[in-house]
């Protein structure tokens, strides 16, 4: 059981930055695609952001597109830059046990999820 641990949530201004990050307990587990979902309260869980750890092609949403940036080194990163009030929510890092998968931030097609890390943008 592979288990995801989410860092570096914390509350800032508009325009200002956070850089997430995410460790896996087990790469093996990790080898295919790993995103970055979000889900603020009374609304459904999106993905913001994936990527295919064989080839690194990326994936965004077009909220994020431009402002975030996924990266992947010994841990999983979310760049987030230019935030903005409506991208307060909970931070979650997932992985997928699918070689292939037909939507890479489509919620439903991950296995496994950290317990979040909490991100909140004042006005």
């Known amino acids: 059981q592979v288990q995801l641990v989410e860092s570096g949530g914390a509350s800032v201004q508009a325009g200002g930055s956070l850089r997430l990050s995410c460790t896996a307990s087990?790469?093996?587990?990790?080898?295919?695609?790993m995103g970055w979902f979000r889900q603020a309260p009374g609304k459904e869980r999106e993905g913001v952001a994936a990527i295919d750890r064989r080839t690194g092609s990326t994936y965004y949403a077009d909220s994020v597109n431009g402002r975030f940036t996924i990266s992947l080194d010994n841990a999983l990163h979310l760049q987030m830059n230019s935030l903005k009030p409506e991208d307060t929510a909970m931070y979650y890092c997932?992985?997928?046990?699918?070689?292939?998968?037909?939507?890479?931030?489509?919620?439903?097609?991950?296995?496994?999820w950290g317990q979040g890390t909490q991100v909140t943008v004042s006005s």
């Open positions: 087990l790469y093996t587990y990790t080898r295919y695609y």
């Open positions: 997932a992985a997928a046990l699918s070689e292939r998968l037909s939507g890479p931030l489509a919620p439903n097609e991950y296995n496994y």
